[in-house]
């Protein structure tokens, strides 16, 4: 059974940070692209940042600079640094697996407040 845990959302105030984690089970997690996305009520799930399985990381423009990605293949876990945090980055915010199959995560609710 795969499972994608994500934790370490919170009510923050701009400017802050926030680390968040994605614990996987039941995948090979060493063969999957890793990928943090994030939804707000009424819009598009949007892509944040990804990580190949060779370490090489992407993100989305309105991140850049403020957000790393990172994964620990030995812990099975993907991390989603968040700095210099902005009201804009409120949302939900999913860890997604992706090898033969894509998997989802439950979601981490991030509130950033002015």
């Known amino acids: 059974q795969v499972q994608l845990v994500e934790s370490g959302g919170g009510l923050v105030q701009a400017g802050e940070s926030l680390r968040l984690s994605c614990a996987a089970s039941?995948?090979?997690?060493?063969?999957?692209?890793m990928r943090w996305y994030r939804q707000t009520p009424g819009k598009q799930r949007e892509l944040v940042a990804s990580?190949?399985?060779?370490?090489?990381?992407n993100y989305a423009d309105s991140v850049k600079g403020r957000f790393t990605i990172s994964r620990d293949n030995a812990k099975n876990t993907v991390y989603l640094q968040m700095n210099s945090l902005k009201p804009e980055d409120t949302a939900v915010y999913y860890c997604?697996?992706?090898?033969?199959?894509?998997?989802w995560g439950q979601g981490t609710q991030v509130t950033v407040s002015s």
């Open positions: 990580i190949t399985r060779g370490g090489s990381t």
């Open positions: 997604n697996a992706e090898w033969t199959i894509s998997h």
């Open positions: 039941g995948i090979i997690f060493s063969l999957n692209v």
